[in-house]
């Protein structure tokens, strides 16, 4: 079924430019996981009981790398879920096929399918090309990159403006296994404790598309893979944002929001770390 999907997408996409192409595949990806889901879906744990992956993320994930191994197929796939293929061209799509998986499992509407393209290695990019983000319950795709002007279905989001941390919210993630170590928590706690208010809802790409469009302010957290990372700040750098990555209590936390916002955020975790 999955196979048959991507060629029908790939007839269909032949000749989408880039963004256009992204927006198509986090669409589609999200919504093959949501009707998967209405079905009954199968759940695995990883390496706790909220790292789970289930049937859908596979499938999402088998369906975007055959669009793209069809339509781009010098560039190189990273995947969540396993994809790893080198490509040619000196790009790559980083793909998350489901992000806020456990929320997904739970029956929350609060998840999301995104990727990114990048120049360069997904660890370290030479260039962040785009990001893409779809939230199949609201009907939400958004996308935007460094100099691709953010936009939620089409209509470019207003820019960040200028606002310390101390006034806006903060999304943010913090495992309860980490907060047993003192110095990710008392590096975590720093920033936590001087926002207005903490929001913390489970799936990475959704919360930096809300810091995007400025629905959330600002958002952090530590040790966070390519797939969950690069897709949202491409959307944040969009609309004019910063981001920035800070070492702190013996880990590299992902910072993003408006550019005041992330300088006290920076500047705090510098501060727990001395």
């Known amino acids: 079924m999955v196979a048959a999907l991507a060629k029908t997408f790939a007839v269909a996409h032949a000749e989408d430019p880039d963004d256009r192409l992204a927006t198509a595949l986090v669409f589609n990806a999200g919504r093959l996981a949501w ?19 289930t049937d859908a993320d596979r499938a999402a994930e088998r369906f975007i790398t055959a669009a793209l191994a069809l339509l781009r197929p010098e560039d190189g796939l990273l995947g969540e879920e396993g994809t790893e293929r080198p490509g040619r061209s000196g790009r790559t799509w980083v793909i998350d096929p489901v992000d806020g998986t456990y929320n997904f ?51 470019a989001v207003a820019r960040l ?72 700040k491409a959307l944040v750098e969009g609309a004019g944002g910063r981001t920035r990555e800070v070492t702190s209590g013996g880990v590299t936390w992902c910072i993003a929001g408006n550019p005041t916002a992330v300088e006290n955020i920076a500047e705090l975790l510098k501060e727990a770390h001395e």
Do not use: F, I, N
């Open 35 to 53: 009707r998967m889901r209405e079905g009954g879906v199968k759940t695995d744990y990883k390496t706790s009981r909220t790292d789970v992956v």
């Open 105 to 155: 499992a739970s029956g929350s509407d609060y998840w999301c399918s995104a990727l990114a393209l990048v120049e360069g290695s997904p660890q370290a990019p030479e260039r962040l090309l785009l990001g893409a983000v779809h939230r199949p319950a609201m009907g939400y795709t958004w996308c935007g990159g460094p100099d691709l002007p953010t936009t939620r279905g089409q209509k």
């Open 161 to 232: 403006s200028p606002a310390p941390l101390d006034e806006v919210s903060l999304a943010t993630y913090l495992h309860p296994t980490w907060m047993a170590r003192p110095e990710v928590h008392a590096a975590w706690a720093a920033v936590a404790r001087r926002a207005a208010t903490l929001r913390m809802l489970g799936a990475g790409s959704v919360d930096l598309a809300g810091v995007a469009e400025g629905t959330l302010g600002a958002w952090t957290q530590h040790s966070v893979p390519a797939w969950d990372w690069l897709p949202g």
